[in-house]
């Protein structure tokens, strides 16, 4: 049974930084696009940066330069770095493993809160 487990999360002033990370149990990690997502009180869950298998990442045009994301094949461990946090980056960050094989699949973290205040 694939499970996802998120940490790091927590209240942090604005200009700081976290490390957020998500272990993956089962044998999904190394064929999967990892992602963190996250979802601010009243809008839509949005994508903030993936990670293909052989580690290629893309990132939101609004976290470039601030979040870093990596992953450690060893380990089934995704992480991102958080820097330079802002109020509006206040939200529930969600990580997610998604592969395809014949179809498509999509797992995912319990959430983990992260809160800038000003």
């Known amino acids: 049974q694939v499970q996802l487990v998120e940490s790091g999360g927590g209240l942090v002033q604005a200009g700081g930084s976290l490390r957020l990370s998500c272990a993956v149990s089962g044998s999904i990690f190394s064929i999967s696009v990892m992602g963190w997502y996250r979802q601010a009180p009243g809008k839509q869950r949005e994508l903030v940066a993936s990670?293909?298998?052989?580690?290629?990442?893309n990132y939101a045009d609004s976290v470039k330069g601030r979040f870093t994301i990596s992953r450690d094949n060893a380990k089934n461990t995704v992480y991102l770095q958080v820097n330079s946090l802002k109020p509006e980056d206040t939200a529930v960050y969600y990580c997610?493993?998604?592969?395809?094989?014949?179809?498509?699949?999509?797992?995912w973290g319990q959430g983990t809160q992260v809160t800038v205040s000003s």
């Open positions: 997610n493993a998604h592969y395809h094989f014949i179809r498509e699949y999509d797992y």
């Open positions: 990670i293909t298998s052989v580690g290629s990442a």
